[in-house]
């Protein structure tokens, strides 16, 4: 029996994943699956430490002539995803980058747009609140209406038509998967040279959240006039579209090395748990729409209603938390 063999025989004994396996040893799955599959042969700490999980002797694992005491019923484990794996290809992964590259600073605008969509029609309510002269409630709201639910509109048709040109390869963000040779090693290199850009598009989306209630706060301490607290209000909102959009057309350029070598929020475990996140998301994002759209036509307050949006945000980064922390691996 040769190391390999002797590897998936032991993992089993144990009634151990490939990933369970993966993380004693501070390793990728890849990795496990490829000495598994004796297509690559560990070193020697990674023997010895396999050695002390196994309860086995060093002899054992590196000397094929020396079989296994006994034949040891194996333990039930869900291992379906380490003989149907889908393999990923070297072109398929850099098909994959590049179409990100490409698709998610679009995503963005979008997200853009519908972050900074009641700017218009809130800025516009100002005026005719300050300068009704200038500009009536009825055309201010009717004008800011239409502005925004073009903005709407363009938004949802980003959000549909480029989402769907990814969809090719959504199952790299929802299932495990092995990837061919060339494949780590061009995902680990494109990562350290991108890693640079996603710090600075970080900071500067942080320091953007940060600073952009910062005008706000200070008008209002201020005691400024209304039309100036509003200009500061949209100013907010344009500012928090921005780091959002730094957030989509870099950050989330950079995770897709990530999830080609499924380390971090890409690891099979992730997966599983983000499949049930997803659907509470997308229920989660309705009922906020909802709500929103029923406040505001209901009290004709869409220069304030906006707020819905502010808490609803913060408010679903605890629901999410709350619930990662509740669902088992």
């Known amino acids: 029996m040769i190391l390999a063999d002797k590897i998936i025989n032991e993992r089993k004994k144990n009634g151990w994943s490939q990933e369970e396996l993966a993380d004693m040893l501070n390793v990728s799955r890849q990795s496990v699956s490829k000495w598994e599959g004796a297509q690559s042969v560990p070193d020697l700490q990674k023997i010895l430490k396999m050695a002390e999980i196994f309860g086995v002797s060093t002899d054992y694992l590196l000397k ?19 003989t149907s794996l889908r393999k990923v290809t070297l072109e398929e992964a850099s098909e994959f980058i590049s179409l990100r590259k490409k698709i998610l600073p679009k995503i963005g605008i979008g997200v853009f747009l519908m972050i900074t969509c009641p ?3 809130v800025l516009l309510a100002g005026i005719s609140s300050s300068y009704p002269d200038i500009l009536t409630e009825k055309a201010a709201t009717v004008i800011g209406l239409l502005c925004m639910f073009i903005q709407i509109g363009a938004a949802i048709y980003s959000f549909v038509i480029n989402s769907g040109k990814l969809m090719k390869y959504k199952f790299l963000e929802e299932e495990a998967f092995e990837t061919a040779y060339g494949v780590d090693g061009m995902a680990k290199d494109r990562l350290a040279e991108y890693e640079a ?8 989306g942080v320091l953007l959240c940060v600073l952009s209630a910062v005008p706000l706060v200070i008008t209002s301490v201020m005691e400024a006039p209304n039309i100036v607290i509003i200009c500061m209000v949209c100013l907010t909102l344009i500012l928090v579209g921005i780091a959002v959009y730094l957030f989509i057309s ?19 475990n992730m997966k599983r748990k983000n499949k049930k996140l997803d ?6 994002w309705i009922m906020i729409v909802i709500i929103y759209l ?16 502010a808490i609803a945000g913060l408010l679903f980064a605890l629901v999410r938390n709350i619930a990662q922390a509740m669902i088992k691996d």
């Open 250 to 268: 870099v950050c989330a350029v950079y995770s897709s090395y990530k999830i080609l070598l499924q380390t971090d929020d890409y690891t099979p």
């Open 197 to 204: 850009s996603n710090t600075k598009a970080l900071t500067l």
């Open 119 to 121: 700017v218009i029609l």
């Open 279 to 284: 659907a509470l998301s997308s229920s989660y």
């Open 64 to 82: 094929d002539e020396i079989e296994p005491e006994g034949n040891s019923e194996l333990k039930c484990v869900d291992d379906d995803s380490d």
């Open 294 to 309: 029923v406040t505001s036509f209901l009290t004709n307050g869409w220069h304030f209603t906006w707020v819905i949006w």
